[in-house]
Nanobody, 115 residues
């Protein structure tokens, strides 16, 4: 089992930046991909970015060039640096980890982009 705890959400003006962090505990050596999803009101949860244990990254088109995902070598943390935030980035952001035997989710952290 892997447990995930997110932090770093909040209110920011358009064009601003936020950094989300996610701390993993438990069987972290079994994690092979970590990522961030988001869910806006009335919409389905969708992938924002992911990073593999080998360092390969993947971004949804709407955030490529603005967001950067990173993780430490031990795969105990995964961060999402969000720059150039737009109102359409407003959502609850969830950390996730795929590990041998399953997938875990964090509790979510709210990001609100508004002037």
């Amino acid at each position: 089992q892997v447990e995930l705890v997110e932090s770093g959400g909040g209110l920011v003006q358009p064009g601003g930046s936020l950094r989300l962090s996610c701390a993993a505990s438990g069987s972290i050596s079994s994690i092979y991909v970590m990522g961030w999803y988001r869910q806006a009101p009335g919409k389905q949860r969708g992938l924002v970015a992911a990073i593999s244990s080998g360092g390969s990254t993947n971004y949804t088109d709407s955030v490529r060039g603005r967001f950067t995902i990173s993780s430490d070598n031990a795969r105990s943390t995964v961060d999402l640096q969000m720059n150039g935030l737009k109102p359409e980035d407003t959502a609850v952001y969830y950390c996730t980890a795929w590990y041998i035997g399953g997938q875990s989710w964090g509790q979510g952290t709210q990001v609100f982009v508004s002037s």
